[in-house]
């Protein structure tokens, strides 16, 4: 058996070695990403050595004033300063104009620095500065975590809230986390009767049915969102009927509002949660019910201590998959959802294209995977492992 | 014996690496014989099959081939053919195409393969079967195909996993004949597993009886059937009444209800517990019996009726479930009645409690 | 067992306004799509197939659904070979630790592709595989593998390993065992997972947004864009005939299941 495995292996090597490789190790050094902090450590790396020893009371050694003075105006010089500014300005605004003012003034500084400097810009004579230098030294912060949850370090560490007007991400969690549980129940809801009926149904109309709900499961979630965007346009279908039917009297913008994002968000996930329900119904055989009617169920009684109970499973496994599609989809939100009223992966998508901060990309990412892992570590718990979760979306 | 094809030496295996399914295990198989090993469900037949087949590793010990070892041979270059319990034919091949699978696989020309089909085809009586689905055929027919297409690159050895499992019993000893026919013909050597005793009884030149991953007993039909090594195979191979005893002197045993019962000469010390088993079908019945060894009257609790005999459930030696066999042309007592039985010395098998 | 007939009125009323609501909004836009203006109203005005004419004659819809589909054969071929390779070998094996390794080569399903595209941005620039067509079919085949993977072990557990056994004794070598006897027999899970591969790489659109070039339009990547800058019915072409490719997936998928559900049967 020696040699059958070593032939699994090599079949599955090739395979492992491309998730490994091209998934793996990406999301690994993602979330390396949302903690590393090498920007300061890169650009003024004498700097760092010497703050590293500083023990943080009073003012460095003129030494460090040097050195600073010196490797601003060189990453000036070599264009490299870039990272470094915005790095220390998102840790304190205003720290990129006084990096690029220094490095500007850079040869015409003489010693003794420490005076120099302090005359050029005041900010160098408070320790603050030089502390928050000193914390960004690496290689590792909290930073970007923190600052996803609206928390952030003063200059002597001590965690504390972001100002009120910065205040964003524990919104946007929430924000998250609520619409995906509204969509989670709304789909449930709505998905539960019709796998119950189609489970039910006869030959060839149960196949209909179940066909109606493998149409969208199989189309582009793009397509269907596209469609959403048609419909609810401000001179669409669904602005026409309303108005047609007196409900208004004027159209109304449904795009970009919270209900709209909704209900493209139930349209594209609710064949996830039926689909689960439906396979796991139609393996529940119609004996129970027959053998609890002979034991005197009726109705109701027959539906919530028999059907209910055995087909929670598979309200498990729909609900898990909803919830999991729901928080990590982008393309629905992004297209009809409001720019003021988006979830994290629309965050995530900005903090990468528009604001180039990797680091808060990474921060968000982590804690969306978070999420993700603890409700399909919730859902095994539940069914025992029962249920298989994944689909596309 | 130095005729041996098959040696398996000092052969152990475990699953799990804690409980043992086989153990030290020594086993020679003579060439052209008919070996079957005979044993329980779980007790390792199919395991010491899969191992010499090549589909398990031996925790511990050798298997030889051919005076060689094959520990290292990987299955498909030992040239064992292997009939399977579920017949394993290749649903996506026809007939022919899977009979001619291995002559394929061994570069043989078409011609030949073509030849040597349809010869197969006839040897197991499917002649113009070659182009049927293994899905349309019987299960008989099936395991025919199975047999041919294990026998048709003519290999040394064939394996035979209860082979006939799942046919009904007609079926059974349809091809119980059949396979015995294609042995003798061909001198092919056979190793059959089995749990049927009467198909061992049946088939075999010699039986393994196997029980909790050992060898109970090896040997001959008539010999395990008539001399069983242990209460085991004193109880798995036939029918036996088995009654707790202690011994008296060479001959004499005392039974649980006080009575004495004779047995041919034993080794026991007196004072020994001791197990007797007795056949059914050795005890004697009816008013001659009187005045033969081990002679009694007994109570019937119960009379089935089987057909060609019936089986007599007595009261005896302070049970209530000694069970005799009684052969069809004797008047059947009625229950409740008495009856003279007597059991002869020879009938009595002895073995340590 | 029969509900109470009012309750199977209400639970057929409802299913069939659910089921309307999952089918209506396709409707519409293949409706909308043969509209002879822009105004995309409904009833429709009339009839045309000018924006189908337009879809096929403007260069960046053409290079885009020629872009789509060069990725999705791509894709589809990586994936259903290395899946297949790795699903075989996973039934093969006899190591511990299985189920982990069936975990870990099916993360890619239930990670948010927001997060996966942006792993990948970061790491293939590392490497110079953003912007690049093989980064491109790599990003999918990712996120399509899972699906073969899981198509073929689910295939493979209705696969009887006697018949392995059996070509060995025959003398078939392992790689002729799974070539002959193993493919043949579970070839409906693999287009399954084939068919599910194609239709994932056809529709995927936020790996494609973080890894494609400049010039790298693909057909969803394309519906995006249009759709953001100004909305016509070309648009509404392009998603007809998309999803006129998701019946072809459906039926493809449905026919495939009821040859694999006869196979297994006795
Ligand atoms: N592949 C296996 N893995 C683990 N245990 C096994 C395996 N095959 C058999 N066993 C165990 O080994 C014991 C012997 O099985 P087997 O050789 O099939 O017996 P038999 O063929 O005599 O019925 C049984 O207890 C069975 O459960
Ligand atoms: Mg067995």
Known sequence: MRRTNWLAALLIAPLLLLILGSFVVPVGLTLFRAVADREVAAALPETSALLASWDGQGLPPEGAFAAVARELAAALEERRIGDLAQRMNFESTGLRTLLLRTARAGDRLRAPYADALVALDARWGQRDTWLMLQRASGPTTSLYLLRALDLTRTPDGTVTQVAVEEKLFRTLFLRTLWVSLLVTFLCLL??????????????????????????????????????WYVLLQREGPVNDALLGLGLLDAPAQILGTRIAVVVALVHVLLPFAILPMHSVMTRLDATYLRAAASLGANG????????????????????????????????????????????????????MTRDVNWGMAAALSAYLLAMSGAVIALTRLLTGGAVQTGARA | MTDALVRFRGVSKSYDGRTPVVTDLDLDVSRGEFLTLLGPSGSGKTTTLMMLAGFEDPSAGSIELDGVRIDTVPPHRRGIGVVFQNYALFPHMTVAENLAFPLSIR?????????????????????GFGDRRPQQLSGGQQQRVALARALIFAPKLVLLDEPLGALDKQLREELQAEIRRIHAQLGVTMVYVTHDQAEALTLSDRIAVFNEGRIQQLGTAEAVYERPANPFVAGFIGESNRLAARVLDATL??????????????????????????????????????GLANATTARVEEVVYLGDHSRLRLAHAGRTDFVVKLPRQEAVPQPGSLVDLAIPVAAVAVFPA | MREHPLARVLLRGATG???????????AVVVLSFSPTELMVLPPRGFSLRWYEDFLTAGRW????????????????????????AAIGLQLGRFRGKALLVTLLTLPMVTPYIVTAASMYFAYALVGLTGSLPGLVLGHTVVAVPFVVMAVLATLQTFDANLLRAAASLGAPPTAAILRVVVPNIWPGIAAGAV????????????????AGPGQFTLPRQMYASVREFLTPTILAAATLLFLCSLVFLLASESLRLRSARKTLP
């Open chain 1, 190 to 227: 709505l998905a539960y009767p019709v796998a119950y009926t189609i489970a039910r149904l006869r030959a060839p109309w149960s196949s209909v049915a179940l066909t109606l709900v493998l149409i969208p499961f199989w189309s582009s979630v793009l397509v269907r969102t596209t469609a």
């Open chain 1, 300 to 351: 109701v009684q027959r539906f919530l201590r028999v059907w209910l109970p055995l087909s929670l499973p598979g309200v498990a496994a729909g609900g898990a998959m909803v919830f999991l599609l729901a928080v990590g989809m982008y393309t629905a939100p992004a297209l009809i959802g409001g720019d003021r009223d988006q979830m994290v992966t629309w965050f995530i998508a900005n903090f």
């Open chain 2, 107 to 127: 570069r043989l020309k078409r011609e030949e393969i073509a030849t040597r089909t349809r010869r197969a085809l006839e040897m197991v009586r499917l002649p």
């Open chain 2, 253 to 290: 045993l005392r039974l649980e209800d006080g009575s004495t019962l004779e047995a041919m000469p034993h080794a026991f010390a007196p004072g020994t517990a001791v197990l007797v088993s007795i056949r059914p079908e050795r005890v004697l019945l009816g008013p001659g019996t009187q």
């Open chain 3, 17 to 27: 306004l659910v089921l309307a609501f999952l089918v209506a909004p396709m409707l």
């Open chain 3, 62 to 85: 053409v290079l885009a659904t020629r872009n789509s589909f060069v990725v999705a054969i791509a894709t589809t071929l990586l994936a259903t070979l290395l899946g297949t390779a």
């Open chain 3, 196 to 211: 599910f591969a194609f239709a994932t790489s056809l529709d995927e659109f936020v790996i494609t947004l973080f890894l």
